[in-house]
């Protein structure tokens, strides 16, 4: 019963995961692929209350069913969207692993949002448009992915102080 | 407190890469001449020159000036490689396609548009 309820708990992460990542497409941005990455906030949440595992099962999860409703499926989208989102977890749960001492959900949160864009940057620049030109925006993206960490991060500590007290949750989990 | 410190050192790291980039938009800006694909020569935009470009129709006289290439004249017969006037920015080009004469600039500031239809 216990792995029952805390399976569905997950699929509830992911489905908040792609409702915020169908919405955020609506957000103004200076491409059409790049997108501020506030799912992100799910992937902390489910990083610090499940391990990085679940973690990266949610965010492939998240891209999958969050490009096939909005029918960018297999489109550049959908591999900035994996490859960013893969990237910035995979560093968040290994930093939250190591270093969960020393910084707060919010630090971690801005790790992962700086490789995130780092990442989308470098797809971008290998798979679409060869122009060296394309890192002339890294900056100023750079800037506004602290900020969307950060933002992430408060998000994400308020999520898990409220999460944490279901008790198929696992705090502290080593997978 | 350890938070702080990293995002300070990121801001600091990300605002030092401003000029780095700003670097590089300045370096090599430079027509590619290319006829049917081709290449036929790269060419700095700060030297001023006339270039014969030989292709299946004649030869088409292009002119780089000003930080700018246009063509002068050239031996198809709408002329439209002409009239588009002259281009300056990374990324615009300039192309007779009865002539197979391609000509492409590179290197230098990030054109304000991503593309230009004509």
């Known amino acids: 019963m216990r792995r029952i309820k805390r399976n569905a708990f997950i699929s509830s992460l992911v489905a908040m995961a792609v409702v915020i990542h169908s919405v955020e497409m609506f957000i103004p941005s200076p491409s059409p692929w790049l997108r501020f990455g506030f799912a992100n906030i799910i992937a902390l949440t489910a990083i610090a209350l499940f391990g990085l595992r679940v973690a990266l099962m949610v965010t492939i999860l998240r891209v999958f069913l969050g490009t096939i409703l909005m029918g960018t499926f297999l489109t550049p989208a959908f591999v900035l969207g994996m ?45 679409f448009i060869r122009h060296f030109e394309v890192f002339y925006v890294l900056p100023v993206l750079l800037l506004f992915g602290i900020l969307t960490g950060i933002l992430n991060g408060i998000a994400a500590t308020y999520l898990t102080a409220h999460l944490a007290r279901f008790s198929f949750v696992q705090l502290d989990s080593i997978s | 407190m350890a938070d702080k410190i990293l995002i300070g050192g990121l801001i600091i790291l990300t605002l030092l890469s401003f000029p780095i980039i700003k670097h590089f938009q300045h370096e090599g800006r430079v027509a590619v001449i290319e006829v049917d ?12 020159r006339f270039i014969p470009v030989d ?29 588009s006037g002259i281009i300056t920015r990374s990324g615009e080009a300039l192309v007779c396609l009865p002539n197979g004469v391609v000509i492409r600039i590179e290197g230098g500031e990030k054109p304000s548009v991503d593309a230009v239809s004509r």
């Open chain 1, 83 to 127: 490859g960013g989102g893969i990237g910035s977890t995979l560093v968040m749960g290994i930093a939250h692993r190591q270093f969960k001492a020393a910084f707060s959900l919010v630090g971690i949160s801005v790790m992962g949002a700086y490789t995130h864009n780092i990442v989308q940057l470098a797809l971008v620049y290998f798979l």
């Open chain 2, 37 to 48: 694909g081709e290449l036929v020569g790269n060419f700095s935009l700060e030297e001023d």
């Open chain 2, 55 to 83: 292709g299946k129709l004649g030869t088409t006289r292009v002119e780089i000036a000003g930080n700018g290439v246009r063509v002068l004249d050239s031996p198809c017969p709408h002329k439209l490689c002409v009239k």
